[in-house]
Nanobody, 126 residues
Framework: QVQVVESGGGLVQAGGSLRLSCTVSGLTFDDYAMGWFRQAPGKEREGVSCLNWSGSSTYYADSVKGRFTISRNNAKNTLYLQMNSLKPEDTAMYYC???????????????????WGQGTQVTVSS
């Protein structure tokens, strides 16, 4: 059974930084592309960023391009999202998910049907 545990969220002022982590168990981590998603109150969940199994190919939504950096450590079964220059509109619950069905990046950001973890809350104050 696949389990994902997100961490690293918090309250930060606009312009600040946070680093999110996502630890995955129950699958061979480096077999899968991975994605970060977020859901703000009253809005649909959206894809933020993804990368391929090795981390050599990445994709970012326009809203975070140039500010966020996705990476992975396959030896630690962990995915990261470094978030810099945070804005109030980045406030959301952040989730990660493995691309278990093979849509690859960036297509996996558009897929539905993921089994979500508990997420980690990011709140950016103005």
């Amino acid at each position: 059974q696949v389990q994902v545990v997100e961490s690293g969220g918090g309250l930060v002022q606009a312009g600040g930084s946070l680093r999110l982590s996502c630890t995955v168990s129950g699958l061979t981590f480096d077999d899968y592309a991975m994605g970060w998603f977020r859901q703000a109150p009253g809005k649909e969940r959206e894809g933020v960023s993804c990368l391929n199994w090795s981390g050599s190919s990445t994709y970012y939504a326009d809203s975070v391009k140039g500010r966020f950096t996705i990476s992975r450590n396959n030896a630690k079964n962990t995915l990261y999202l470094q978030m810099n220059s945070l804005k109030p509109e980045d406030t959301a619950m952040y989730y990660c998910a493995p691309d278990e069905v093979g849509w690859q990046c960036p297509g996996l950001l558009s897929r539905t049907g993921y089994t979500w973890g508990q997420g980690t809350q990011v709140t950016v104050s103005s």
